[in-house]
C-alpha cells in the first residue's frame, strides 16, 4: 500500500490534459503521420522508379523541389495550379459524407464555366460588380443542379451515382462543344471555335503583387466553410450519421433525401464555382478549353485528404506542386510527362493503402490506452 | 501515463522542423544561371512521338538541336489553359529562353497574347497564323498551305482507288480541316469525276476509340482508301492497314506503320522552318510576324510514295506538286459547286494560296461536290 501511493505521488500529473485529450492529441497525430509516412514511402517508390529509368533520384528530388516551392515563381505556379483543385475536390467530398461517391466535378466545372459565360456574355454591358456577381451566381447554380441531378436519380430512382455523375460528365462536355461550335459562337474564331468573350474588363484580377488569380483566397475560404459546416453544424452531424449508417439515419428521422441533395448541391456548386473563376480568371471565353482535367485531379484531391476539406489544402498544394515541377522533370532530365502521373498514381495508392494501418500501429495505441 | 505518449507540443514542434526543413530547401542555390547560349523553348498539346501534329514539331526542334550554340527545351502534353502560362514563364524565367515555339493553335488566345506584353525581349512563334497588326509585335504566326499537299493525296488516291469511294476522318469542321477535305476531293475528282469522299467529324483532336471506329465504318462503307485530320493519325493509319485498305498520311510520315497500305502523305516541313529562324532570332535579323508558304515556301513536302503507287499517279502528282512549288497553280479556282448544289466560288474567281491572307479561303465553310457529308449549320 506504502509502495501504491507512492508510485502515485511519483507518478506525473497530467497537468490539466485529461485523458480524452491524451487519446484526442495521438489520434491526431496519427491524422497526420500516417498519411506523412505514406508520402515519404511513395517518395522513396518514385526514387526507385526514376532510378530504374536511369535517372539519379537526388536530380529528380532537386528539380522538384526547385520547380514546386524553390522560387517565388515556383511557388506562385505551385499555388496557382492547386487553386481550382480546392473547389473541384470537395464535388467529391462533400457527397462523400451523405456516403455518396460522385465523381461528376469535371461536368459540374465545364457547366459552371459554360453557364457563367454565357451570364458574363448577358451582362457584356453591365457594370463589373454586376456581371461579376451574375457570372458567380449562374456558375454556382448551374454546377449545383447538375451534381444534384445525380444525387436526385440516386435517392429517387436508385440509379449508381458514381456511374450517372460519371456519364454526367460526357453529357456536360458535348452541350458545351454544341454550343461553343453551334448557337453560342463567335462568328469570329474560326478555327478555334468559342463563344464570344466576356470583356476583358469584366475578367477577375490576381491578387496583387502576384501572378495568383482570386480562385486561391476563394478555394481556401471555401474548403474552410466546408470544413465547419461538416464538422461543427447540426446538418453536418446529420449527414455524416446518414453517409454512416442509413438505417440508423432513417430511424431517427433524418430527411436523408434533403441531404443527399444538399451535400451534391453544394459539391456541384464548388465545382461550378471553380469554373467559373476559370473562365473569369483565365480564359476568357467558353471553348474546349475549359475540359481541363481539374475535375478529375480534384477526385484525387478528396481522396488523398479522405474526404476531410481541411486537409484538401494542403494536398491540393502537395499536387499542384507536383505540376508544377513537371515541367522542370521533362525538360532537364528528359522524364516523360507520364512520370509525374507516376508519382502521383504512387501516392494514390499508398494514401489508400495506408487506411489499413489507422488504430493498428502501437505506437499510437499505446498512447491511448496509456494512462 | 509514460514519457512515450505524444504530445500536442510534440507534434507541432515536428510540424515545425519539417516546415523548416523545406524552408531551408528553398532557400539552398540549386543551379546557376545558364550559360551564354540561346535557349529555345518547344511545347506540345501531346505526346512528342505521336506520329502526327506534334512529332512534326519535335522533328522540327531536333533540327534545331543539332544547331551550334542553342540550347532547346521541350515540354510534351502541356494542356491549353494556364498551365501552358505557367510553361511559358518557367521556360523564360527558370531556363532563360529568349525564342519560344508553343505549337498547338489553342495557345494563341489568351495565352500568348497575354504573355508577350509581360516578356517584350522573348520571341513567341505560333503555329496557327493568327496574328494581326493590333497583336503584340514580338509574336510571330506562321502556317503552311498543306491542304496543297492533300491536293496530291487526292491525286494519288484517285489513281489507287479501285471502287471510287475515299474515305476522310477529321476532328472538327473548322475552316483548316475542310480546306483539307475539299483539295483532296478536287484532286481525286481530276483523275476520276466519279470519286466520291465519306467523310467522318470525330469531334475533337485526339479521339482514338471514336478514329478507329470511324476508320472501320468507312471501310464497312466499301472505302478502299482513307486519309485524315487529327492530331494523331496513327490509329486510322494502323486500322485501314490491318483492314486491307489504302491510306494516305498527314502532318508527318506514318510510312513505317504500314509500309504496304501506305500511299503517301501531307506533311509539315519544320525541319526547314524552325533552324531559319533560330538563325534570324541569332543573328538579330527580323523574323516575319505573319508568316505563310506552301510548297513554294518550303513550308510543307510530300512523303515519298509507297509500293501501291504506280507509275502513272506519281508522274501525275509530280506534276503538280512542280506546278504548285512554281505558284502556277491554284486548287479552289471557280465554278465550284458545293455538295448541296450551290455555287460556293462563282467562275472566273480564284481563291489563291499566298501570303495576303484570302478571307473567302481562311473563311472557308462549304464541302465541295463528291463529299458525302454535312456541315453544322
Known amino acids: 500500500m506504502l509502495e501504491d501511493s507512492a508510485a502515485a505521488l511519483a507518478a506525473p500529473r497530467p497537468r490539466g490534459l485529461g485523458r480524452r485529450q491524451w487519446a484526442g492529441g495521438a489520434a491526431a497525430a496519427e491524422a497526420v503521420l500516417v498519411p506523412a509516412g505514406a508520402l515519404v514511402l511513395s517518395l522513396l517508390l518514385f526514387g526507385l522508379f526514376v532510378a530504374c529509368a536511369g535517372v539519379d533520384p537526388l536530380a529528380v528530388c532537386r528539380y522538384m523541389i526547385e520547380g514546386s516551392v524553390g522560387s517565388w515563381f515556383a511557388v506562385q505556379n505551385t499555388l496557382t495550379r492547386a487553386a481550382p483543385l480546392l473547389l473541384t475536390g470537395l464535388c467529391t467530398a462533400l457527397p462523400a459524407q451523405a456516403g455518396l461517391m460522385i465523381i461528376g466535378g469535371e461536368g459540374a466545372f465545364v457547366i459552371g464555366g459554360l453557364s457563367a459565360a454565357m451570364a458574363g456574355v448577358a451582362l457584356h454591358g453591365a457594370a463589373a460588380p454586376v456581371a461579376l456577381a451574375g457570372m458567380t451566381a449562374a456558375g454556382i447554380v448551374a454546377g449545383g443542379l447538375w451534381v444534384a441531378l445525380a444525387g436526385a436519380l440516386r435517392h429517387w430512382r436508385g440509379v449508381n451515382e458514381t456511374i450517372s455523375s460519371l456519364l454526367l460528365n460526357y453529357i456536360a462536355i458535348a452541350i458545351l462543344n454544341q454550343l461553343v461550335e453551334g448557337p453560342f459562337r463567335d462568328p469570329d474564331s474560326l478555327n478555334k471555335p468559342s463563344s464570344p468573350s466576356i470583356g476583358y474588363g469584366h475578367m477577375i484580377g490576381t491578387i496583387p503583387g502576384t501572378e495568383?488569380?482570386?480562385?486561391?483566397?476563394?478555394?481556401?475560404?471555401?474548403?474552410?466553410?466546408?470544413?465547419?459546416?461538416?464538422?461543427?453544424?447540426?446538418?453536418?452531424?446529420?449527414?455524416?450519421?446518414?453517409?454512416?449508417?442509413?438505417?440508423?439515419?432513417?430511424?431517427?428521422?433524418?430527411?436523408?433525401?434533403?441531404?443527399?441533395?444538399?451535400?451534391?448541391?453544394?459539391?456541384?456548386?464548388?465545382?461550378?464555382?471553380?469554373?467559373?473563376?476559370?473562365?473569369?480568371?483565365?480564359?476568357?471565353?467558353?471553348?474546349?478549353?475549359?475540359?481541363?482535367?481539374?475535375?478529375?485531379?480534384?477526385?484525387?484531391?478528396?481522396?488523398?485528404?479522405?474526404?476531410?476539406?481541411?486537409?484538401?489544402?494542403?494536398?491540393?498544394?502537395?499536387?499542384?506542386?507536383?505540376?508544377?515541377?513537371?515541367?522542370?522533370?521533362?525538360?532537364?532530365?528528359?522524364?516523360?510527362?507520364?512520370?509525374?502521373?507516376?508519382?502521383?498514381?504512387?501516392?494514390?495508392?499508398?494514401?489508400?493503402?495506408?487506411?489499413?494501418?489507422?488504430?493498428?500501429?502501437?505506437?499510437?495505441?499505446?498512447?491511448?490506452?496509456?494512462? | 501515463m509514460t514519457g512515450k505518449t505524444i504530445?500536442?507540443?510534440?507534434?507541432?514542434?515536428?510540424?515545425?522542423?519539417?516546415?523548416?526543413?523545406?524552408?531551408?530547401?528553398?532557400?539552398?542555390?540549386?543551379?546557376?544561371?545558364?550559360?551564354?547560349?540561346?535557349?529555345?523553348?518547344?511545347?506540345?498539346?501531346?505526346?512528342?512521338?505521336?506520329?502526327?501534329?506534334?512529332?512534326?514539331?519535335?522533328?522540327?526542334?531536333?533540327?534545331?538541336?543539332?544547331?551550334?550554340?542553342?540550347?532547346?527545351?521541350?515540354?510534351?502534353?502541356?494542356?491549353?489553359?494556364?498551365?501552358?502560362?505557367?510553361?511559358?514563364?518557367?521556360?523564360?524565367?527558370?531556363?532563360?529562353?529568349?525564342?519560344?515555339?508553343?505549337?498547338?493553335?489553342?495557345?494563341?488566345?489568351?495565352?500568348?497574347?497575354?504573355?508577350?506584353?509581360?516578356?517584350?525581349?522573348?520571341?513567341?512563334?505560333?503555329?496557327?497564323?493568327?496574328?494581326?497588326?493590333?497583336?503584340?509585335?514580338?509574336?510571330?504566326?506562321?502556317?503552311?498551305?498543306?491542304?496543297?499537299?492533300?491536293?496530291?493525296?487526292?491525286?494519288?488516291?484517285?489513281?489507287a482507288s479501285k471502287s471510287g469511294r475515299l474515305g476522310f476522318v477529321a476532328a472538327k469542321p473548322i475552316p483548316q480541316v475542310l480546306q483539307n477535305i475539299n483539295a483532296f476531293t478536287l484532286g481525286a475528282r481530276l483523275i476520276n469525276p466519279q470519286a466520291t469522299t465519306r467523310v467522318i467529324f470525330t469531334g475533337d483532336w485526339s479521339m482514338p476509340v471514336k478514329e478507329a471506329?470511324?476508320?472501320?465504318?468507312?471501310?464497312?462503307?466499301?472505302?478502299?482508301?482513307?486519309?485524315?485530320?487529327?492530331?494523331?493519325?496513327?490509329?486510322?493509319?494502323?486500322?485501314?492497314?490491318?483492314?486491307?485498305?489504302?491510306?494516305?498520311?498527314?502532318?508527318?510520315?506514318?510510312?513505317?506503320?504500314?509500309?504496304?497500305?501506305?500511299?503517301?502523305?501531307?506533311?509539315?516541313?519544320?525541319?526547314?522552318?524552325?533552324?531559319?529562324?533560330?538563325?534570324?532570332?541569332?543573328?538579330?535579323?527580323?523574323?516575319?510576324?505573319?508568316?505563310?508558304?506552301?510548297?513554294?515556301?518550303?513550308?510543307?513536302?510530300?512523303?515519298?510514295?509507297?509500293?501501291?503507287?504506280?507509275?502513272?499517279?506519281?508522274?501525275?502528282?509530280?506534276?503538280?506538286?512542280?506546278?504548285?512549288t512554281e505558284g502556277k497553280y491554284v486548287i479552289f479556282k471557280g465554278p465550284l459547286t458545293d455538295n448541296t448544289g450551290t455555287v460556293a466560288v462563282a467562275a472566273g474567281q480564284e481563291l489563291i494560296q499566298s501570303n495576303a491572307t484570302d478571307a473567302k479561303l481562311e473563311e472557308m465553310h462549304f464541302l465541295v461536290e463528291g463529299v458525302l457529308g454535312a456541315l453544322p449549320s
Open chain 1, 212 to 371: 495568383i488569380h482570386w480562385g486561391l483566397p476563394v478555394g481556401i475560404v471555401v474548403c474552410l466553410a466546408a470544413y465547419v459546416l461538416i464538422r461543427h453544424t447540426t446538418v453536418g452531424f446529420a449527414t455524416r450519421i446518414a453517409g454512416g449508417n442509413l438505417r440508423a439515419a432513417r430511424m431517427v428521422g433524418l430527411p436523408i433525401g434533403r441531404l443527399v441533395m444538399l451535400t451534391c448541391f453544394l459539391g456541384g456548386a464548388a465545382a461550378g464555382l471553380a469554373g467559373m473563376i476559370e473562365l473569369a480568371a483565365v480564359q476568357e471565353r467558353a471553348s474546349a478549353d475549359l475540359v481541363t482535367g481539374y475535375g478529375y485531379a480534384g477526385i484525387l484531391v478528396a481522396f488523398l485528404a479522405r474526404q476531410n476539406p481541411l486537409a484538401m489544402i494542403p494536398v491540393a498544394f502537395l499536387l499542384g506542386g507536383i505540376g508544377a515541377s513537371g515541367g522542370l522533370l521533362q525538360r532537364h532530365l528528359g522524364l516523360p510527362d507520364a512520370a509525374t502521373v507516376v508519382l502521383q498514381g504512387i501516392i494514390f495508392v499508398m494514401i489508400l493503402a495506408s487506411d489499413a494501418v489507422y488504430g493498428r500501429l502501437p505506437w499510437f495505441r499505446r498512447a491511448e490506452t496509456a494512462g
Open chain 2, 7 to 159: 504530445s500536442r507540443r510534440r507534434v507541432l514542434g515536428s510540424a515545425a522542423a519539417i516546415g523548416a526543413g523545406a524552408a531551408l530547401g528553398a532557400t539552398l542555390p540549386f543551379r546557376s544561371a545558364s550559360a551564354a547560349a540561346t535557349t529555345v523553348g518547344f511545347i506540345y498539346v501531346g505526346p512528342h512521338d505521336d506520329f502526327g501534329y506534334n512529332q512534326a514539331h519535335a522533328q522540327g526542334a531536333a533540327a534545331v538541336k543539332k544547331m551550334a550554340g542553342v540550347k532547346v527545351l521541350e515540354e510534351e502534353n502541356v494542356p491549353e489553359d494556364v498551365a501552358v502560362t505557367k510553361t511559358m514563364e518557367s521556360m523564360i524565367e527558370q531556363d532563360g529562353a529568349s525564342l519560344l515555339f508553343p505549337t498547338s493553335f489553342g495557345y494563341f488566345d489568351p495565352y500568348i497574347l497575354r504573355e508577350a506584353p509581360k516578356f517584350p525581349k522573348v520571341r513567341f512563334e505560333h503555329c496557327g497564323g493568327l496574328w494581326t497588326p493590333k497583336d503584340p509585335k514580338n509574336i510571330g504566326s506562321y502556317f503552311g498551305y498543306i491542304f496543297e499537299a492533300q491536293h496530291v493525296n487526292g491525286i494519288v488516291a484517285g489513281f
Open chain 2, 213 to 324: 471506329e470511324a476508320t472501320n465504318s468507312l471501310i464497312d462503307g466499301g472505302v478502299d482508301v482513307v486519309t485524315m485530320h487529327v492530331d494523331s493519325p496513327k490509329v486510322v493509319v494502323q486500322t485501314a492497314a490491318k483492314r486491307g485498305a489504302m491510306v494516305c498520311g498527314y502532318h508527318c510520315s506514318q510510312a513505317a506503320l504500314a509500309p504496304q497500305a501506305y500511299l503517301t502523305g501531307a506533311e509539315w516541313n519544320w525541319t526547314e522552318l524552325y533552324p531559319k529562324f533560330v538563325t534570324m532570332w541569332m543573328k538579330g535579323e527580323p523574323i516575319p510576324n505573319f508568316y505563310r508558304g506552301g510548297f513554294r515556301e518550303g513550308l510543307i513536302k510530300q512523303s515519298p510514295y509507297g509500293p501501291k503507287v504506280s507509275a502513272a499517279a506519281r508522274q501525275r502528282a509530280d506534276e503538280v506538286k512542280a506546278a504548285l
